[in-house]
């Protein structure tokens, strides 16, 4: 009677943490879908686009507060890919400050 007791009190977190869980799931993996659609240099490549070009470079700019005093570093790569007379240019950028990564290709 004990565990029954104890298994009834427990089923609502038990059921929260499952909604919880698979809410969490569903955003990752429905995010990774919605991504999944922009080409990146990768899928590109995979598709047997072929890199005739690229070129690397580093920005400079003043660093946003609360960081004004110390140098942002913006690192670019640009690609130009070719395919059957298609062409596509890529920019990959990294960002210091924001530690983030983007990528955004387009039909030239």
Not at 12 to 22: C, D, K
Not at 42 to 49: E, I, K, P, R, V
Request: hydrophobic share 40%; with cysteine.
């Amino acid at each position: 009677m004990k565990i029954l007791t104890m298994l009834t009190v427990g089923l609502p977190r038990l059921s929260a943490f499952a909604v919880s869980g698979v809410t969490l799931f569903g955003m990752i993996f429905f995010a990774d879908l919605a991504e999944g659609n922009e080409p990146t240099v990768f899928s590109l490549t995979q598709q047997d686009w072929e890199i005739v070009f690229h070129s690397e470079r580093r920005e400079s700019y003043p660093g946003e507060a609360p960081y004004e005093a110390l140098e942002r570093v913006v690192l670019v790569t640009e690609y130009h890919l070719e395919k059957a007379g298609q062409k596509m240019v890529c920019f990959l950028s990294y960002d210091s400050q924001k530690d983030r990564q983007s990528e955004t290709c387009a039909v030239q």
